[in-house]
């Protein structure tokens, strides 16, 4: 597989999660937030599909096309383990939709991200919410609140990890 | 052009190329000669060319290198410069002239893409070989020469693909 077949197949896979958590989402209240802004591109994805919404943006720095930067108001700059916190106390377990797509060059660091945040992202996600990650999400047994859910048709296994808070 | 986010674009974008370069990798293929990437970047169509012509030599052309290390091409196919500088003598470099020339060097700036593309398009004129191609994310201005439909798998995305003449 060419690098560009496998770029296709990246986005294509993000973005099938995405349309399906949007829609499985429909009109339930609560807050979108976007870990890992990067490029901007599935930000403006859930901008365009989500209008009226608001998205929480965290990152540790701004390295998006400019069109795709929040405001200030809606923007975390900083270290996941100091913002999401932040956001928690902030915010509160309003979040209804969750994207994380924090993954670097280095796949073990990566995990190992997705394990430090998976908790502190749990603090933000309300009842019933939807959990779409490029890195698994795991949980701790006692503290799980979150299951894992059937990706969407075409996209591989393990390739994008979707989850589904347990309502109350 | 309807696709509405960012996501959806690059991905239209991508698809498109894709499905082009595999069309033209199949009408070339009666014709002898080297291909080109006009604009290396992140590398990922070159790679494509790369494995879609496994008996050929592709060359990338660019002003400098954008993309991940492990996909620079080798130092004897790779010709860094002013497309104004290396297109001119490039047949001598290229050992013939190309049946294949990928031009993607489109910017943000649509409009200001136009004089650059039109400069590069002169310079194919001369440089591709009869009944060779030239595929490209930009109007260069090949009007004499014969414009081939998109293949259908292509996305929502405009493209081109020209066929030089067998004479003139």
């Known amino acids: ?168 | 052009m309807t696709a509405a986010s960012r996501l959806d674009r690059m991905i239209a974008r991508l698809t498109t190329q894709r499905a082009c370069l595999r069309l033209a990798a199949t009408l070339i293929a009666d014709l002898p000669g080297p291909a080109v990437e006009l604009g290396l970047g992140k590398a990922r169509t070159y790679d494509h060319l790369v494995r879609l012509l496994p008996e050929r030599k592709v060359y990338a052309f660019d002003r400098g290198i954008h993309c991940p290390p492990d996909a620079v091409p080798p130092a004897d196919r790779l010709v860094l410069g002013e497309f104004d500088d290396t297109l001119p003598g490039a047949r001598d470099r290229l050992g013939g002239a190309p049946v294949l020339v990928h031009v993607d060097m489109g910017t943000a700036d649509r409009a200001g893409d136009a004089d650059p593309a039109g400069r590069v398009g002169a310079m194919l004129k001369g440089l591709v070989a009869p009944r060779g191609l030239v595929v490209a994310d930009r109007e260069v201005g090949l009007g004499a020469w014969e414009t081939l439909p998109l293949p259908e798998e292509a996305g929502d995305w405009p493209y081109f693909i020209w066929r030089k003449p067998a004479r003139g």
């Open chain 1, 1 to 168: 597989m060419s690098r560009l077949d496998s770029f296709i197949r990246r986005l294509s896979a993000q973005r099938a999660c995405l349309d399906a958590a949007i829609a499985a989402v429909g009109a339930r209240e609560g807050f979108v937030l976007e870990i890992g802004l990067g490029n901007g591109r599935t930000y403006d994805h859930l901008r365009e599909a989500m209008p009226g919404r608001a998205i929480h943006v965290f990152d540790r720095q701004i390295s998006a096309h400019p069109d795709s930067v929040p405001d200030e108001g809606h923007l975390f700059l900083g270290d996941f383990r100091e913002t999401l916190p932040e956001a928690a106390l902030q915010l509160g377990r309003g979040a209804i939709l969750i994207h994380a797509d924090i993954g670097s060059g280095d796949a073990a660091a990566s995990r190992g991200l997705g394990r430090t945040i998976a908790p502190l992202v749990a603090a933000l996600a309300a009842p019933g919410a939807w959990i779409l990650s490029d890195q698994p999400l795991p949980l701790p047994e006692d503290a799980g609140s979150w299951r894992p859910a059937a990706l969407p048709l075409g996209v591989e296994a393990e390739r994008y990890h979707l989850y589904r808070v347990r309502e109350k």
